[in-house]
């Protein structure tokens, strides 16, 4: 008897963290959907005042420091004077949530998006990180689908 009795609450117990596990499962998405709309807004405005000129001092309050100082580095700084063949955006789609983690103190978003600038499409991959109701980005990586064609300019005599 005692051994039936083990073995259904055995079974209880695993359909019981079987449901929390699905519930949790749901949270987190609806969560992680719910973070996408309300960012996206956002995104788009970093990714267009950003291309405006190619100038990390257009978007600084809305970078975090790593990026920043990441950005200021030698070859990053090249890289993105590169990207001034690019254009500004003129608009983004199929912007999807690819991961999101929600921490004590930060909630963190990482998405893909295509990005359609004057000088064509690139895919952009754009961390958003929100700490203290100030949302930032925390990570960028654009790239461009045709290579960029460096600007070379010619020294008159």
């Not at 987190?28 to 005042?49: G, P, Q, R, V, W």
């Not at 608009?91 to 909630?107: A, H, P």
């Amino acid at each position: 008897m005692k051994v039936g009795k083990l073995i259904r609450n055995t079974l209880l117990s695993l359909g019981a963290l079987f449901v929390l596990i699905i519930a949790f499962i749901f949270f987190m998405f609806d969560a992680s959907n719910k973070f996408a709309d309300e960012h996206s807004a956002f995104i788009e405005s970093y990714l267009t005042d950003f291309s405006v000129n190619w100038s990390t001092a257009d978007v600084h309050s809305r970078t975090t420091n790593q990026l920043l100082s990441k950005m200021n580095e030698a070859n990053a700084r090249a890289t993105i004077a590169r990207f001034n063949v690019l254009g500004k955006l003129q608009r983004i789609e199929d912007l999807k949530i690819m991961n999101y983690f929600t921490g004590t103190s930060e909630v963190t978003g990482q998405f893909h998006l295509k990005a359609y600038y004057e000088g064509g499409l690139s895919l952009v991959k754009i961390v958003i990180i929100v700490n203290d109701d100030k949302v930032q980005v925390g990570g960028l990586h654009i790239k461009p689908i045709k290579e960029l064609i460096p600007i070379v300019k010619v020294n008159e005599v």
